[in-house]
Nanobody, 120 residues
Framework: QVQLVESGGGLVQAGGSLRLSCVAS????????MRWYRQAPGNQRELVAGVDSGGRTNYADSVKGRFTISRDNAKNTVFLQMNSLKPEDTAVYVCNVVEWTPVGPDNDYWGQGTQVTVSS
């Protein structure tokens, strides 16, 4: 089992920046993907950014050019650098890691989330 712990959320003014971190409790050897999702009150959870095992990244259209996802394999950590933040970015940001297994289904791990609030 793997625990994911997010940090870095907080209150920031519009136009500001935050850097989220998600640390896994153990070394992840067979990562299929590492993703950040967010969920605002009354909204469905949406994929914000992801990075796959080959290092390829993808972003929601709403954050392209402003957010950057990266990973540090040695530290079992995935980051989300968020620049030019807007009030509509306000949400709980949740980390997700999918680990493939030699036999059986993938392991799907989720963090508890970190609150990001952007004031206008």
């Amino acid at each position: 089992q793997v625990q994911l712990v997010e940090s870095g959320g907080g209150l920031v003014q519009a136009g500001g920046s935050l850097r989220l971190s998600c640390v896994a409790s153990r070394r992840l050897l067979r990562i299929r993907s590492m993703r950040w999702y967010r969920q605002a009150p009354g909204n469905q959870r949406e994929l914000v950014a992801g990075v796959d095992s080959g290092g390829r990244t993808n972003y929601a259209d709403s954050v392209k050019g402003r957010f950057t996802i990266s990973r540090d394999n040695a530290k079992n950590t995935v980051f989300l650098q968020m620049n030019s933040l807007k009030p509509e970015d306000t949400a709980v940001y949740v980390c997700n890691v999918v680990e493939w297994t030699p036999v059986g289904p993938d392991n799907d791990y989720w963090g508890q989330g970190t609150q990001v609030t952007v004031s206008s």
